[in-house]
């Protein structure tokens, strides 16, 4: 049902290094954007956001 749909995920951090680093050196997601919002990356298509938070 939902094969022919992208994913779009969010996600919250408190440290974006380290969660760019893991997103993309660990599972292999392609880099789009930093901000001062939000890491953004791809995957076949799908978005993951990054989404900063302070502790």
């Known amino acids: ?3 022919d749909c992208s994913l ?3 996600l919250a951090t408190t440290d974006s290094a380290r969660a760019r680093a893991f997103y ?3 599972l292999g ?3 789009v954007s ?3 919002f939000a890491v953004s ?3 076949r298509g799908s978005s ?3 989404r900063r938070f302070a502790n």
């Open 1 to 3: 049902m939902l094969d």
């Open 8 to 10: 779009i995920a969010f």
């Open 24 to 26: 993309e050196g660990v």
């Open 29 to 31: 997601l392609t880099f």
């Open 34 to 36: 930093d901000d001062e």
């Open 41 to 43: 990356m791809t995957s």
């Open 48 to 50: 993951c956001g990054c």
